[in-house]
């Protein structure tokens, strides 16, 4: 912990820079941390640690951000709601309406993990997933953001041969509130022949593109005459994709799509347990979470990576909120962390030092309150 900062702590009135009314904001969010001096700025963020191990992820992210905030000078205040399985027990729905109404009036959003076999059988109204999806659809954030970095210190980790998996650093943009995701009419019937069917429909408007993919961006190219365009399909993409990803920079792609190739990518990284996501709209807060799932089978157990958590905060502090540097603080401090030798099961090789959730978390800890990093 930075001892100049966090010493002699004692309540004080954060300063707040939002265009809110205080009367909406401040009775909503409790103030989480003091610090010597009066801090600049104020982020109210909504934390939803939804199932399994997204709780013990999420106490990492936090603690982070909490550090790095008081290392930059501007502070949190975090509100926790439930959504997702925890959501149901609770409320009986998987995203009950405080959820969405607190996700929409805070800074940014940060989500753990949804799931779990105990809701498995249910309807898919009464699936965590579907509260998952009312959340992005809520929040209106389309564009969602998954990169998948091989880093250095872990690509032995990889699947993939050393000299096929070294030095890919490419980007999924998946479109995300579109698509056969939420396409309509969907069900279940029967034929002509008295025989049981299932239907979804795959259908785009012109802002989310899809069918209307490549004559929307091949349209918008000619105002990017920097940026060098393919297309593909997706077949051949993931085929590609473990052929030779460095060919991939960026990949645009639907819903449907980005969600198979995004898995796809990460295991070249080594493991799923270190990507982060964002996913942002035209306006409004964004949704940051990894792209793994709730690992029901580890859950509670203390064996999670929290480092794609950790991320998706520095990527709520990039693209949420407009602070790089607290950003790269926290990417600066993952690194470091992997350079002092710390991994959890899922990037272990031997001769590295194998720790649970909380001790990763710890050590993240004493790289960000150690690891100088240059102004932006
Ligand atoms: C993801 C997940 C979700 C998705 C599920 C949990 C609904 O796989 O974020 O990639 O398919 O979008
Ligand atoms: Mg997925």
């Known amino acids: ?83 997702g399985g925890a959501a149901l027990d609770l409320t009986g729905v998987p995203l009950p309406e405080e959820t969405l109404s607190t996700a929409k009036d805070s800074d940014a959003v940060l989500l ?10 249910n309807e898919k109204h009464l699936k965590p997933e579907t509260g998952l999806l009312q959340l992005r659809a809520g929040l209106k954030v389309f564009a969602n953001l998954r990169p998948a970095t091989v880093l250095p210190q872990l690509v032995d980790a990889s699947t993939l041969k050393k000299d096929v998996a070294e030095g890919v650093d490419l980007m999924v943009v998946r479109e995300l509130t579109g698509g056969i995701y939420f396409g309509k009419p969907r069900g279940f019937s029967t034929n002509e022949n008295g025989e049981e069917i299932g239907f979804n429909t795959e259908v785009y408007s012109s802002h989310e593109a899809s069918m209307l993919w490549r004559k929307r961006v091949t349209a918008l190219s000619s105002e990017y005459p920097d940026v060098e365009l393919s297309h593909m399909y997706v077949d051949n993409a993931a085929m590609q994709l473990v052929r030779n990803p460095k060919q991939f920079d960026t990949i645009v792609t639907n819903n449907i799509f980005g969600d198979i190739l995004s898995d796809e990518a990460s295991m070249i990284t080594g493991s799923i347990g270190m990507l982060p996501s964002a996913s942002i709209g035209e306006s409004g807060p964004g949704l940051f979470e990894p792209i793994h799932g709730s690992a029901p089978d580890i859950a509670g157990q203390d064996k999670a990576n929290p480092l794609a958590t950790v991320l998706s905060a520095a990527m709520l502090l990039r693209y949420g909120l407009g602070e790089e540097k607290a950003a790269r603080r926290i990417e600066a401090a993952v690194l470091d962390t ?13 001769g590295q030092k194998l720790v649970g959730c909380k001790e990763m978390g710890e050590q993240v800890l004493k790289s960000i309150d150690s690891k100088v990093v240059t102004p932006v």
Request: aromatic share 10%.
């Open 112 to 121: 753990g993990a949804i799931g779990g076999y105990k809701w498995d059988n």
């Open 338 to 350: 992997l350079d002092r030798g710390y991994r959890t099961g899922d990037i272990y090789s031997a």
């Open 1 to 83: 912990m930075a001892a100049s900062l966090q010493l002699n702590c004692k309540p004080f009135a954060p300063l707040l820079l939002h265009s809110k009314p205080a009367s909406k904001r401040v009775p909503r969010f409790s103030t989480v941390r003091c610090c010597a001096a009066a801090p600049s700025k104020s982020y109210n963020i909504t934390l939803l640690s939804g199932d399994g191990i997204g709780p013990e992820v999420i106490s990492v992210a936090k603690s982070a951000l909490q550090l790095v905030a008081s290392l930059e000078g501007f502070e949190f205040k975090f509100k926790e709601v439930p959504v």
